[in-house]
């Protein structure tokens, strides 16, 4: 036939480039085959995050042995899709280089012994930032006020100021406020066993604003007077109510009764804080800070009767948050406290990215 091999080629590049065309037009899902992943390896994440240990609340030295075997841990057993910086809040114990020093020299020394490779112990090295951070006695509260037997006068005051920082003054802290999210441990807390998922990655994907990892009461002597105030508070904010009735709330027996005493010596339900996982924004909206003002404005809640942030943390997260929808128990992330290992769930890994999408 005098028909050229030409025109049969040039005939085939213009079907193909029709077949293509049609299919990207009508969305026909085969194209996306052809197409560059959407999320390239190098892009920026979508959010910022930090873990945060509060090491020390006093001035002066602190015995940093629990804080040097758990860092290691938080580094191996878990896959960081991005190294975020670990904070290690401190009141002047690492002010100094040579301080800062010593501790990262040892911190080397206790990844080896826990067989970290050389890599990640560098990684890990490179995260850590010393971040100096005060706690100020309150107005109306005297610095031997431990003398004057409040509830409880244990480490007076370095425990209570820990209880106000973690209950509302982390949320203004200029190293945290404007994070997307932070993960709080403890020196104390082990990521004992490898974990299959990275906790900010799964806030991320599920769209989730609080993860706790175990949930438990909180003792009446050191509650005091909190149901009535979230109670009280409550009552004035009808937007609470609601969301404390969708939360399926559930009060002690005399709420509405008038005169003293309501809920008087009952446990209140907490979080153990000392794995805390928070979306930042979510505990800085107006109503929120509302709440946290309001918290703070009479400071012997924390200095006297020694409320505690995990009961504080979970009244803000049932007042303030969708517990169904916004609220994850990260069971999947091997955990101890005080080398006591909670209960573990199934780790289901977080599919990447590209694939995610439909
Ligand atoms: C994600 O959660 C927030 C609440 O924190 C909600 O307002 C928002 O609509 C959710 N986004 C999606 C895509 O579900």
């Known amino acids: 036939m005098a028909f050229p091999k030409r025109y049969t080629a040039l005939l085939v590049v213009a079907l193909a480039a029709l077949v293509l065309y049609l299919a990207r037009t009508r969305g026909y899902r085969g194209y996306h085959a052809f197409k560059p992943q959407r999320y390239p390896a190098a892009a920026a994440p979508p959010y910022t ?41 401190h009141a002047g114990a690492y002010d100094t280089t040579e301080s800062q020093r010593e501790f990262l020299n040892r911190l080397r020394a206790s990844a080896a012994s826990q067989n970290l490779t050389p890599d990640a112990t560098d990684t890990l090295i490179r995260r850590i930032e010393f971040v100096p ?20 006068d244990g480490e007076w005051p370095a425990y209570h100021h820990m209880c106000a920082f973690f209950s509302y003054k982390i949320f203004a802290h200029p190293r945290i406020r404007d994070l997307t999210y932070y993960l709080r441990l403890d020196d104390d807390s082990a990521v004992h066993a490898p974990a299959c998922l990275d906790p900010f990655e799964y806030m991320h994907t599920h769209n989730k604003s609080y993860a706790f990892r175990r949930q438990s009461p909180d003792l009446g002597w050191v509650t005091e007077g909190m149901w009535p105030f979230v109670s009280n508070y409550a009552q004035r904010h009808p937007a609470v109510e609601r969301r404390l009735q969708d939360n399926a709330w559930t009060w002690p027996a005399g709420r509405l009764w008038p005169g003293e005493g309501f809920a008087a010596g009952a446990n209140f339900p907490s979080y153990e804080t000392n794995f805390d996982l928070v979306k930042v924004p979510r505990f800085r909206t107006p109503e929120m800070r509302a709440f946290l003002d309001e918290l703070a ?21 049932y007042m303030f948050l969708d517990v169904e929808k916004e609220v994850h128990q990260m069971c999947e992330v091997p955990y101890a406290h005080k080398g006591l290992p909670f209960d573990d769930c199934e780790c289901v890994p977080l599919q990447p990215p590209a694939q995610r999408r439909k």
Do not use: K
């Open 133 to 152: 951070t005060h706690h100020e006695l309150p107005e109306g509260i005297p610095p031997d006020g431990g003398a004057d037997h409040p509830i409880w």
């Open 297 to 317: 404005s009479d400071p012997r809640r924390f200095y006297w009767h020694r409320w505690g942030d995990a009961p504080v943390r979970l009244a803000e997260v």
């Open 49 to 89: 995050a930090a873990i945060v240990y509060l090491v020390s609340v006093m001035p002066g030295p602190r015995d940093p042995d629990d804080l040097l075997a758990s860092l290691p841990l938080m580094q191996m057993n878990v896959p960081w899709r991005h190294q975020w910086p670990v904070l290690l809040l």
